[in-house]
């Protein structure tokens, strides 16, 4: 069992222990949680990403982030604008300036407009606390992890960025994020011996940037905890056995969407 609280985000992430993200992918087949292992999944960034982890930076190490980003790139002078990304000018200022960011203005505002009550939350306790432990199964042993963004004595704060504030449910369900709350609670209490609760922080990352702090229902925490359980339990059994094929049936039958309504088929001659 390990807790590191300068560990970097690079480092963490290189660890063969399996995170949330990860685990998650045994939800819907094991045979592609092994291809993800394997290399074979695509993990390429996308904008919305990218904007997520230079506010992650911003808010939870804003001393590395001043450090490593700029909102001023080249600027092509016959325009007085900024070469785009993909321009050789901008490619030739990257290499003299290694390492460097530049930074979507909007994510100034977006945290200028971050609220009392969250600012309050997010500048105690240690921020990108990084937690690896051993679980011990029927099957034999399988190491996970987690990364908390904020851990405050017995809570843990997650922060997401979202593009709408009034599209949270629908994110929680399609991200699984019940899941990665379940996973970061049972990491956390194999590593103390505590329960730690869990509270999602949502920053809107276009105008007006509301935020919200988000609390799982019990039912979505009760559910979340079932599922860990038997997604570490499967993941040992298909490691111990080199058992990775889903167990799903070959053929189906395609039914017709109740969406659709009543099917009329006009007046009988």
Request: charged residues 25%.
């Amino acid at each position: 069992m390990t807790i590191k609280y300068d560990l970097p985000a690079a480092d963490y992430h290189i660890s063969p222990a399996i995170g949330s993200s990860r685990a998650k992918l045994v939800l819907d087949s094991i045979r592609l949680f092994k291809d993800d292992l394997d290399g074979l999944v695509s993990h390429a960034p996308t904008a919305s990403m990218a904007f997520g982890t230079m506010a992650h930076l911003a808010i939870l190490e804003p001393e590395k982030f001043y450090a490593l980003t700029t909102t001023i790139g080249p600027i092509n002078p016959a325009t007085g604008k900024a070469y785009g990304s993909d321009t050789k000018k901008f490619a030739e200022w990257q290499a003299e300036n290694p390492g460097m960011t530049v930074v979507d203005p909007s994510l100034y505002v977006m945290i200028e407009r971050m609220p009392k009550e969250v600012r309050e939350l997010l500048e105690k306790g240690q921020s990108e606390v990084s937690v690896e432990v051993s679980v011990f199964t029927a099957d034999g042993e399988v190491s996970i992890k987690c990364r908390p963004d904020k851990l405050f004595e017995n809570s843990i704060y997650d922060l997401k960025t979202i593009n709408d504030i009034d599209a949270i449910d629908s994110h929680i369900r399609s991200y699984r994020y019940w899941f990665s709350a379940a996973w970061y609670r049972h990491c956390m209490k194999l590593a103390t011996g505590i329960e730690h609760s869990f509270t999602l922080i949502f920053a809107e990352s276009k105008p007006p940037y509301r935020w919200r702090i988000v609390d799982l229902s019990p039912e979505l925490i009760e559910e979340g905890n079932y599922y860990v359980k038997d997604v570490i339990n499967r993941i040992s059994l298909a490691m111990e056995y080199d058992e990775w094929d889903d167990k799903a049936p070959i053929r189906i039958t395609a039914a017709r969407p109740a969406s659709l309504g009543s099917f009329d088929h006009g007046e009988e001659i």
